[in-house]
């Protein structure tokens, strides 16, 4: 205790107030002075630590911390100038200024080195041009990102389409192209999508298809024998394998003039129409468009509906096709039937022979006429020849001879045929050749 009595009031010395004689302007003058540098000095050091602490990215950190602590000991010796202008506490005052002078030193000298690394940092037009090429690669790469999540959806739609169209059925291909047009007039964003089909004769197209948002009418009952007159611009664009891009409406070139009318009154503001090309032939487009606003149409969605356009001609083909095929299935069912019924009507027997494969036809007819069933008696033409008497044989490939000869109109023989008992009988043959381009025959047809 007497030891710290006399370290803060010792008496052997005089204080520091009798050199500047109690003068009280110049007593106040130090003692205001060194007070309020000690409070800058104290309160540096805290903003320093506080800066440090919330920005654990800042260069440098001990440099901070120990510029704080010099600069701390420093205040501390201002507050002992105040304390020495009545106590002459020297031998504390000087230990305070000799741990200054340590603390300083090292300070300088952790300063040193790191003088060449603070000289590398970017300046600061270096750094807001960083953060530049930083926030324009960031944007560049969100804008990729972007792109490339918009492509996938794009593949994703794509195969979702094409897989439902692989093997619809002939009844559900309407429905599906329906469905495709709302699922892609959904991810464009758009206000309508629909498919005019081309008459036979070039002079008119009709809406075939059509999907509108909730809150708009369908106009495809407006939309029918519209003739080609009425956009002659935007028909001529797509006849040659043209994508018909309007942005707006409004905008179309002079030679579009009569589109443009057209076009408003069905009040649209932009549109797309992507020809249906077989064969290069325009059977009809596949169109998307907006009534709400203008619309730029970007090359990554142009390649989907090109896609799609391909899938929809492939898919209405394919329908033709299976209906053409129906329709023929049906007049030759119809036709056979009519055959058959013409072959129990005459109660004749009938042979069909190609003389090109040597395969011939026999009526049920005809084999129940010679005592056969149906499957006793092979459709060959040896067969037959076995079974002829063999007294007319001859005379029976004569007759045929003569017909393929020119000889004769008609084929007409009178022989007689083995039955299934054995006995022979007495038939009446007719028949006529059918020849091709070159005269050649290449079937006959007759009845006995």
Not at 40 to 56: G, H, Q
Not at 220 to 229: D, F, G, V
Not at 238 to 246: C, E, R
Not at 422 to 448: C, F, I, P
Request: hydrophobic share 40%; aromatic share 12%; net charge negative.
């Amino acid at each position: 205790m007497e030891t710290l009595q006399e370290l803060l009031f010792p008496t052997q010395f005089i204080p520091h107030g009798h050199c500047y004689l109690w003068k009280p302007s110049l007593v106040w003058l130090h003692l205001m002075s060194d007070v309020l540098i000690a409070i800058a000095y104290f309160s540096i050091p805290i903003m320093l630590v506080y800066f440090v602490r919330k920005r654990e990215d800042v260069p440098f950190p001990d440099i901070f911390l120990l510029f704080g602590l010099f600069i701390t000991t420093c205040g501390t010796t201002h507050l002992m100038a105040v304390w020495t202008l009545w106590h002459p506490a020297y031998w504390l005052s000087g230990a305070i200024k000799a741990i200054t002078a340590v603390v300083s030193l090292y300070t300088a000298l952790a300063l040193f080195p790191t003088i060449p690394e603070a000289l590398a940092l970017p300046k600061p037009d270096a750094l807001r041009r960083m953060n530049q090429e930083l926030k324009t690669e960031i944007q560049e790469r969100q804008s990729i990102a972007t792109a490339l999540q918009h492509q996938l959806a794009i593949d994703q739609l794509v195969s979702e389409i094409s897989t439902r169209f692989i093997n619809v059925a002939l009844e559900d291909t309407d429905q599906e192209i329906n469905r495709a047009l709302q699922a892609i007039g959904q991810f464009i964003q758009v206000d309508t999508s629909y498919i005019f089909k081309y008459s036979s004769d070039g002079d008119r197209f009709s809406m075939s298809y059509e999907w509108v948002v909730d809150n708009l009418s369908p106009q495809i009952h407006q939309a029918q024998n519209l003739p080609r007159e009425a956009f002659p611009w935007g028909v001529g664009q797509l006849i040659q394998g043209n994508v018909l891009q309007v942005p707006s409406i409004t905008k179309l070139p002079t030679a579009a003039a009569i589109d443009q009318q057209s076009l408003q009154k069905f009040g649209l503001m932009s549109m797309i129409a992507i020809p249906l090309m077989h064969q290069q032939t325009l059977l009809g487009w596949v169109g998307f468009a907006s009534f709400s606003q203008e619309k730029s149409w970007p090359k990554s969605n142009v390649q989907l509906l090109q896609l799609v356009a391909e899938i929809f001609t492939r898919a209405m083909q394919r329908r033709n096709t299976e209906l053409a095929l129906r329709q023929s299935e049906a007049h030759l069912k119809a036709s056979e039937e009519r055959w058959q019924l013409a072959l129990r009507g005459t109660n004749a027997g009938i042979w069909d022979w190609n003389v090109d494969t040597d395969e011939v036809f026999y009526s049920t007819r005809f084999k129940e006429m010679l005592g056969y069933h149906h499957d006793e008696f092979p459709d060959q033409t040896d067969e037959w020849e076995k079974r002829v008497h063999p007294d007319d044989i001859d005379r029976v490939t004569t007759a045929i001879q003569d017909h393929f000869d020119y000889d004769t109109p008609f084929y007409q023989a009178e022989y007689r045929v083995q039955c299934k008992d054995g006995s022979y009988k007495w038939v009446l043959d007719r028949a006529k050749a059918l020849r091709d381009e070159a005269n050649q025959v290449v079937r006959m047809t007759g009845s006995h």
